[in-house]
DNA sequence: CATTCTAACTTGACGCTTCAACCCACACTC
DNA sequence: GAGTGTGGGTTGAAGCGTCAAGTTAGAATG
Protein backbone atom coordinates (compact mmCIF):
# COMPACT_ATOMS: atom_id res chain seq x y z
CA UNK A 1 0.00 0.00 0.00
CA UNK A 2 1.21 3.53 -1.00
CA UNK A 3 1.88 6.24 1.49
CA UNK A 4 0.09 9.38 1.78
CA UNK A 5 1.79 11.09 -0.44
CA UNK A 6 3.66 14.39 0.38
CA UNK A 7 1.45 17.43 -0.98
CA UNK A 8 3.38 20.61 -1.30
CA UNK A 9 2.41 23.36 0.53
CA UNK A 10 1.13 26.69 -0.37
CA UNK A 11 5.01 28.02 -0.78
CA UNK A 12 6.10 25.33 -2.23
CA UNK A 13 2.74 24.96 -5.07
CA UNK A 14 3.97 28.44 -5.94
CA UNK A 15 7.17 27.89 -6.63
CA UNK A 16 6.57 25.00 -8.51
CA UNK A 17 3.67 27.00 -10.60
CA UNK A 18 6.11 30.18 -11.30
CA UNK A 19 9.17 27.32 -13.00
CA UNK A 20 6.96 25.61 -14.59
CA UNK A 21 5.32 28.97 -16.63
CA UNK A 22 9.18 29.83 -16.73
CA UNK A 23 10.06 26.18 -18.41
CA UNK A 24 7.27 26.43 -20.96
CA UNK A 25 7.67 30.54 -21.60
CA UNK A 26 11.34 31.13 -21.72
CA UNK A 27 11.79 28.52 -24.10
CA UNK A 28 9.21 30.05 -26.31
CA UNK A 29 10.09 33.27 -26.14
CA UNK A 30 13.36 32.74 -27.34
CA UNK A 31 11.66 30.21 -30.02
CA UNK A 32 9.71 32.99 -30.90
CA UNK A 33 12.78 35.55 -31.28
CA UNK A 34 15.01 32.63 -33.68
CA UNK A 35 12.22 32.42 -35.88
CA UNK A 36 11.33 36.32 -36.32
CA UNK A 37 14.92 37.58 -36.89
CA UNK A 38 16.59 34.69 -38.53
CA UNK A 39 13.73 32.57 -39.41
CA UNK A 40 15.30 29.09 -37.86
CA UNK A 41 14.14 27.97 -34.26
CA UNK A 42 15.97 27.94 -31.33
CA UNK A 43 17.04 24.33 -31.85
CA UNK A 44 18.28 24.75 -35.24
CA UNK A 45 20.59 28.09 -33.93
CA UNK A 46 22.24 25.63 -31.05
CA UNK A 47 23.14 23.16 -33.45
CA UNK A 48 24.92 25.44 -35.64
CA UNK A 49 26.31 27.45 -32.80
CA UNK A 50 27.52 24.35 -31.32
CA UNK A 51 29.34 23.94 -34.45
CA UNK A 52 30.55 27.18 -34.92
CA UNK A 53 31.90 26.30 -31.47
CA UNK A 54 34.12 23.54 -32.44
CA UNK A 55 38.06 23.79 -33.26
CA UNK A 56 37.38 23.13 -37.05
CA UNK A 57 33.26 23.58 -37.09
CA UNK A 58 33.25 19.67 -37.33
CA UNK A 59 31.54 17.94 -34.66
CA UNK A 60 30.01 14.23 -34.25
CA UNK A 61 26.53 13.98 -34.72
CA UNK A 62 25.64 12.34 -31.14
CA UNK A 63 27.90 15.03 -29.39
CA UNK A 64 25.66 17.59 -31.27
CA UNK A 65 22.64 16.11 -29.70
CA UNK A 66 24.17 16.18 -26.46
CA UNK A 67 24.84 20.09 -26.79
CA UNK A 68 21.41 20.66 -28.13
CA UNK A 69 19.86 18.82 -25.40
CA UNK A 70 17.71 16.79 -28.16
CA UNK A 71 17.50 13.28 -29.28
CA UNK A 72 19.91 11.75 -32.07
CA UNK A 73 16.61 11.30 -34.05
CA UNK A 74 15.67 14.58 -33.90
CA UNK A 75 18.91 16.01 -34.85
CA UNK A 76 19.01 13.66 -38.02
CA UNK A 77 15.86 15.33 -39.19
CA UNK A 78 17.05 18.73 -38.33
CA UNK A 79 20.84 18.41 -39.75
CA UNK A 80 19.15 17.42 -43.07
CA UNK A 81 16.79 20.04 -43.07
CA UNK A 82 20.04 22.31 -42.57
CA UNK A 83 22.45 20.24 -45.25
CA UNK A 84 19.30 21.35 -47.72
CA UNK A 85 19.86 25.02 -46.49
CA UNK A 86 23.36 24.79 -47.79
CA UNK A 87 24.53 25.33 -43.43
CA UNK A 88 25.99 21.94 -42.53
CA UNK A 89 27.66 19.15 -44.46
CA UNK A 90 27.46 15.37 -43.01
CA UNK A 91 30.34 13.16 -43.93
CA UNK A 92 30.93 9.62 -42.58
CA UNK A 93 34.08 9.90 -39.78
CA UNK A 94 37.47 8.28 -41.83
CA UNK A 95 38.62 7.11 -38.99
CA UNK A 96 35.39 5.40 -37.34
CA UNK A 97 32.72 5.25 -39.90
CA UNK A 98 30.18 4.55 -37.72
CA UNK A 99 30.32 8.11 -36.58
CA UNK A 100 29.19 10.87 -38.60
CA UNK A 101 30.36 14.49 -38.67
CA UNK A 102 28.97 17.43 -39.32
CA UNK A 103 30.51 20.45 -40.43
CA UNK A 104 29.67 23.66 -41.07
CA UNK A 105 29.74 25.60 -44.32
CA UNK A 106 31.05 29.25 -44.91
CA UNK A 107 27.40 30.29 -45.27
CA UNK A 108 26.28 28.09 -42.03
CA UNK A 109 28.78 30.10 -40.33
CA UNK A 110 27.76 33.43 -42.15
CA UNK A 111 24.53 32.63 -40.47
CA UNK A 112 25.41 32.18 -36.76
CA UNK A 113 27.37 35.02 -36.69
CA UNK A 114 24.40 37.22 -38.03
CA UNK A 115 21.91 35.47 -35.58
CA UNK A 116 23.80 35.56 -32.50
CA UNK A 117 23.79 38.80 -31.05
CA UNK A 118 20.24 39.09 -30.66
CA UNK A 119 20.40 35.99 -29.14
CA UNK A 120 22.99 36.49 -26.55
CA UNK A 121 20.92 40.14 -26.26
CA UNK A 122 17.58 38.27 -25.77
CA UNK A 123 19.23 35.89 -22.95
CA UNK A 124 20.62 39.13 -21.49
CA UNK A 125 17.17 40.46 -21.16
CA UNK A 126 15.56 37.30 -20.30
CA UNK A 127 17.28 35.71 -17.80
CA UNK A 128 20.37 37.51 -16.50
CA UNK A 129 19.23 41.47 -15.85
CA UNK A 130 16.43 40.66 -14.05
CA UNK A 131 18.34 38.58 -11.52
CA UNK A 132 21.18 39.89 -8.73
CA UNK A 133 24.48 38.52 -8.70
CA UNK A 134 23.33 36.52 -6.09
CA UNK A 135 20.53 34.99 -7.37
CA UNK A 136 22.63 34.20 -11.10
CA UNK A 137 24.94 32.47 -9.21
CA UNK A 138 22.10 30.71 -6.73
CA UNK A 139 20.51 29.94 -10.41
CA UNK A 140 23.77 27.76 -11.65
CA UNK A 141 23.60 25.83 -8.47
CA UNK A 142 19.78 25.72 -8.83
CA UNK A 143 19.85 24.15 -12.23
CA UNK A 144 22.91 22.09 -11.50
CA UNK A 145 21.52 19.75 -8.99
CA UNK A 146 17.91 19.40 -10.85
CA UNK A 147 19.76 18.16 -13.51
CA UNK A 148 21.26 16.02 -11.89
CA UNK A 149 18.21 14.69 -10.44
CA UNK A 150 17.19 14.66 -13.66
CA UNK A 151 20.01 12.47 -14.94
CA UNK A 152 22.20 11.06 -12.55
CA UNK A 153 24.54 10.08 -15.51
CA UNK A 154 25.19 13.55 -16.11
CA UNK A 155 28.47 15.32 -15.92
CA UNK A 156 28.23 19.05 -15.48
CA UNK A 157 31.31 20.37 -17.85
CA UNK A 158 33.35 22.04 -16.61
CA UNK A 159 33.37 19.87 -13.00
CA UNK A 160 36.17 17.90 -12.56
CA UNK A 161 35.31 14.24 -13.00
CA UNK A 162 34.97 12.56 -9.33
CA UNK A 163 37.85 10.51 -8.95
CA UNK A 164 37.12 6.74 -8.81
CA UNK A 165 37.08 5.36 -5.18
CA UNK B 1 24.82 50.43 -36.40
CA UNK B 2 24.90 47.74 -33.81
CA UNK B 3 26.95 48.09 -30.58
CA UNK B 4 29.71 45.23 -29.81
CA UNK B 5 27.27 42.62 -27.62
CA UNK B 6 27.66 41.76 -24.64
CA UNK B 7 28.31 38.72 -25.12
CA UNK B 8 28.45 36.00 -21.98
CA UNK B 9 31.47 35.27 -19.50
CA UNK B 10 32.83 31.92 -18.67
CA UNK B 11 30.57 31.76 -15.56
CA UNK B 12 27.34 33.06 -17.02
CA UNK B 13 27.76 30.78 -19.97
CA UNK B 14 27.55 27.94 -18.18
CA UNK B 15 24.81 29.08 -16.01
CA UNK B 16 22.96 29.47 -19.43
CA UNK B 17 24.04 25.89 -20.27
CA UNK B 18 22.60 24.40 -17.09
CA UNK B 19 19.26 26.20 -17.43
CA UNK B 20 19.08 25.28 -20.84
CA UNK B 21 19.53 21.87 -20.11
CA UNK B 22 17.15 22.05 -17.54
CA UNK B 23 14.60 23.78 -19.46
CA UNK B 24 14.47 20.76 -22.05
CA UNK B 25 15.33 17.79 -19.43
CA UNK B 26 12.86 18.42 -16.88
CA UNK B 27 9.93 18.95 -18.68
CA UNK B 28 10.76 15.53 -20.52
CA UNK B 29 11.18 13.87 -17.39
CA UNK B 30 7.90 15.00 -15.78
CA UNK B 31 5.89 14.19 -19.21
CA UNK B 32 7.60 10.81 -19.49
CA UNK B 33 6.80 9.70 -15.85
CA UNK B 34 3.03 10.70 -16.80
CA UNK B 35 3.12 9.12 -20.38
CA UNK B 36 4.64 5.75 -18.60
CA UNK B 37 2.28 5.54 -15.58
CA UNK B 38 -0.58 6.96 -16.87
CA UNK B 39 -0.76 6.85 -20.22
CA UNK B 40 -1.20 10.95 -20.62
CA UNK B 41 1.00 13.70 -21.60
CA UNK B 42 1.70 15.94 -18.59
CA UNK B 43 -0.13 18.94 -20.47
CA UNK B 44 -3.27 16.51 -20.58
CA UNK B 45 -2.82 15.83 -16.84
CA UNK B 46 -2.23 19.65 -15.95
CA UNK B 47 -5.48 20.64 -17.83
CA UNK B 48 -7.55 17.68 -15.38
CA UNK B 49 -5.85 18.99 -12.63
CA UNK B 50 -6.98 22.69 -13.83
CA UNK B 51 -10.35 21.10 -13.86
CA UNK B 52 -10.12 19.26 -10.60
CA UNK B 53 -9.47 22.36 -8.47
CA UNK B 54 -12.05 24.30 -9.48
CA UNK B 55 -15.01 24.38 -6.65
CA UNK B 56 -17.64 22.87 -9.20
CA UNK B 57 -14.86 21.25 -11.32
CA UNK B 58 -15.78 23.70 -14.13
CA UNK B 59 -13.61 26.22 -15.94
CA UNK B 60 -13.81 29.07 -19.18
CA UNK B 61 -11.24 27.46 -21.76
CA UNK B 62 -9.26 30.25 -21.98
CA UNK B 63 -8.85 30.05 -17.89
CA UNK B 64 -7.72 26.89 -18.31
CA UNK B 65 -5.15 27.59 -21.00
CA UNK B 66 -3.61 29.92 -19.20
CA UNK B 67 -3.10 28.06 -15.98
CA UNK B 68 -1.58 25.09 -18.04
CA UNK B 69 0.31 27.50 -20.26
CA UNK B 70 -0.60 26.41 -23.25
CA UNK B 71 -3.00 28.46 -26.50
CA UNK B 72 -6.52 27.88 -26.65
CA UNK B 73 -6.11 26.40 -29.77
CA UNK B 74 -4.18 23.82 -28.58
CA UNK B 75 -6.33 23.66 -25.29
CA UNK B 76 -9.38 23.05 -27.41
CA UNK B 77 -7.82 19.96 -29.56
CA UNK B 78 -6.20 18.28 -26.12
CA UNK B 79 -9.93 18.65 -24.64
CA UNK B 80 -11.71 17.24 -27.38
CA UNK B 81 -9.47 14.23 -26.94
CA UNK B 82 -10.44 14.19 -23.40
CA UNK B 83 -14.19 14.34 -24.02
CA UNK B 84 -13.42 11.34 -26.12
CA UNK B 85 -12.16 9.32 -23.32
CA UNK B 86 -14.97 10.52 -21.76
CA UNK B 87 -12.72 12.53 -18.95
CA UNK B 88 -14.64 16.43 -19.74
CA UNK B 89 -17.70 17.40 -21.28
CA UNK B 90 -17.66 20.63 -22.98
CA UNK B 91 -20.94 23.30 -23.04
CA UNK B 92 -21.27 26.56 -23.74
CA UNK B 93 -21.63 29.33 -20.44
CA UNK B 94 -25.09 29.83 -20.12
CA UNK B 95 -24.35 33.49 -18.68
CA UNK B 96 -22.19 34.60 -21.50
CA UNK B 97 -22.41 32.46 -24.77
CA UNK B 98 -19.42 33.01 -26.10
CA UNK B 99 -17.41 31.24 -23.70
CA UNK B 100 -16.96 27.62 -23.37
CA UNK B 101 -17.10 25.58 -20.07
CA UNK B 102 -15.48 22.91 -19.27
CA UNK B 103 -16.20 20.27 -16.68
CA UNK B 104 -14.31 17.55 -15.19
CA UNK B 105 -16.81 14.09 -15.15
CA UNK B 106 -16.62 11.72 -12.32
CA UNK B 107 -14.06 9.38 -14.40
CA UNK B 108 -11.91 12.31 -15.05
CA UNK B 109 -11.77 13.41 -11.48
CA UNK B 110 -11.09 9.99 -10.75
CA UNK B 111 -7.92 9.80 -13.44
CA UNK B 112 -6.27 12.97 -12.04
CA UNK B 113 -7.12 11.00 -8.46
CA UNK B 114 -4.99 8.21 -9.26
CA UNK B 115 -2.25 10.13 -11.36
CA UNK B 116 -1.59 12.93 -8.55
CA UNK B 117 0.41 11.44 -6.12
CA UNK B 118 3.05 9.81 -8.53
CA UNK B 119 3.58 13.45 -9.95
CA UNK B 120 3.65 15.50 -6.38
CA UNK B 121 6.28 12.58 -5.72
CA UNK B 122 8.38 13.09 -9.16
CA UNK B 123 8.34 16.99 -8.60
CA UNK B 124 9.92 16.72 -5.13
CA UNK B 125 12.09 14.79 -6.45
CA UNK B 126 13.36 16.41 -9.24
CA UNK B 127 12.95 20.03 -8.08
CA UNK B 128 12.52 20.32 -4.21
CA UNK B 129 14.38 17.61 -2.87
CA UNK B 130 17.77 18.01 -4.04
CA UNK B 131 16.96 21.73 -3.34
CA UNK B 132 17.98 23.48 0.23
CA UNK B 133 15.35 25.54 1.82
CA UNK B 134 17.16 28.54 0.90
CA UNK B 135 17.54 27.78 -2.65
CA UNK B 136 13.91 26.79 -3.14
CA UNK B 137 12.97 29.96 -1.77
CA UNK B 138 15.25 31.95 -4.13
CA UNK B 139 13.70 29.43 -6.94
CA UNK B 140 10.67 31.35 -6.79
CA UNK B 141 12.04 34.58 -6.59
CA UNK B 142 14.40 33.85 -10.06
CA UNK B 143 10.97 32.37 -11.59
CA UNK B 144 9.28 35.29 -10.79
CA UNK B 145 11.36 37.54 -12.17
CA UNK B 146 12.27 35.85 -15.22
CA UNK B 147 8.41 35.34 -15.97
CA UNK B 148 7.86 39.43 -15.43
CA UNK B 149 10.15 39.72 -18.29
CA UNK B 150 9.29 37.27 -20.09
CA UNK B 151 6.06 38.88 -20.19
CA UNK B 152 5.54 42.03 -18.33
CA UNK B 153 2.15 41.70 -18.11
CA UNK B 154 1.82 38.44 -16.42
CA UNK B 155 0.51 38.81 -12.48
CA UNK B 156 1.70 36.32 -10.46
CA UNK B 157 -0.99 34.70 -8.68
CA UNK B 158 -1.12 35.65 -4.95
CA UNK B 159 0.59 38.70 -5.31
CA UNK B 160 -1.72 42.10 -4.33
CA UNK B 161 -1.90 43.89 -7.98
CA UNK B 162 -0.10 47.21 -7.50
CA UNK B 163 -2.48 49.81 -7.10
CA UNK B 164 -2.81 51.95 -9.88
CA UNK B 165 -0.93 55.33 -9.89
C1' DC C 1 -32.01 48.00 -34.82
C1' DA C 2 -28.36 47.58 -38.42
C1' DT C 3 -23.49 47.80 -38.57
C1' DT C 4 -19.20 47.15 -36.91
C1' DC C 5 -15.97 45.52 -33.60
C1' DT C 6 -13.99 42.46 -30.39
C1' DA C 7 -12.91 38.39 -28.19
C1' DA C 8 -13.64 33.27 -27.29
C1' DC C 9 -13.32 29.30 -29.39
C1' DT C 10 -12.91 25.81 -33.17
C1' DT C 11 -11.03 23.77 -37.14
C1' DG C 12 -7.83 21.87 -40.75
C1' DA C 13 -3.47 21.94 -42.71
C1' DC C 14 1.22 22.06 -42.19
C1' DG C 15 5.62 21.27 -39.85
C1' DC C 16 8.18 19.32 -36.34
C1' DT C 17 9.23 15.64 -32.72
C1' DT C 18 8.87 11.05 -31.30
C1' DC C 19 8.89 6.31 -31.73
C1' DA C 20 10.05 1.98 -33.54
C1' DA C 21 12.30 -0.33 -36.99
C1' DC C 22 16.11 -0.61 -39.55
C1' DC C 23 21.03 -0.36 -41.50
C1' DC C 24 25.77 -0.41 -40.90
C1' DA C 25 30.56 -0.32 -38.90
C1' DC C 26 33.37 -2.08 -35.71
C1' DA C 27 34.46 -5.11 -31.54
C1' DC C 28 34.36 -9.39 -29.42
C1' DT C 29 34.09 -14.40 -29.21
C1' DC C 30 34.77 -18.85 -30.55
C1' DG D 1 36.98 -15.36 -40.12
C1' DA D 2 31.99 -16.51 -39.23
C1' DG D 3 28.74 -15.28 -35.91
C1' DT D 4 27.06 -12.23 -32.51
C1' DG D 5 26.70 -7.98 -30.07
C1' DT D 6 26.74 -3.04 -29.47
C1' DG D 7 26.05 1.49 -30.49
C1' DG D 8 25.75 5.46 -33.95
C1' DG D 9 22.88 7.09 -37.23
C1' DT D 10 18.86 7.24 -40.50
C1' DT D 11 14.18 6.73 -41.95
C1' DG D 12 8.96 6.81 -42.29
C1' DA D 13 4.81 7.00 -39.96
C1' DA D 14 2.02 8.63 -36.45
C1' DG D 15 0.89 12.19 -33.17
C1' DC D 16 1.06 16.70 -31.42
C1' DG D 17 1.43 21.97 -31.58
C1' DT D 18 1.10 26.06 -34.28
C1' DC D 19 -0.75 29.07 -37.42
C1' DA D 20 -4.19 31.26 -40.08
C1' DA D 21 -8.83 31.32 -41.19
C1' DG D 22 -13.43 30.98 -39.90
C1' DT D 23 -17.59 31.05 -36.69
C1' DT D 24 -20.30 32.96 -33.23
C1' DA D 25 -21.93 35.89 -29.27
C1' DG D 26 -22.21 39.89 -27.32
C1' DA D 27 -20.73 45.02 -26.96
C1' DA D 28 -20.41 49.41 -28.99
C1' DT D 29 -21.69 52.78 -32.25
C1' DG D 30 -24.59 55.25 -35.18
Redesign the pocket.
Known sequence: MAHEPRWLDAQERQTWLSLGAMLINLQ?ALD?QM?RDQGI?H?EYQVLAGLSEAADHTR????L?GLAN????????????LERLGWVR?L??PD??????AVLTEEGFAKVAEAAPAHVEEVRRLVFDPLTRAQQTTLRSITERINRAVDPDRDEPDRPPRPPQ
Open positions: SAQSFRMSEAGSLSRLSHVVKRRPDDGRYTL
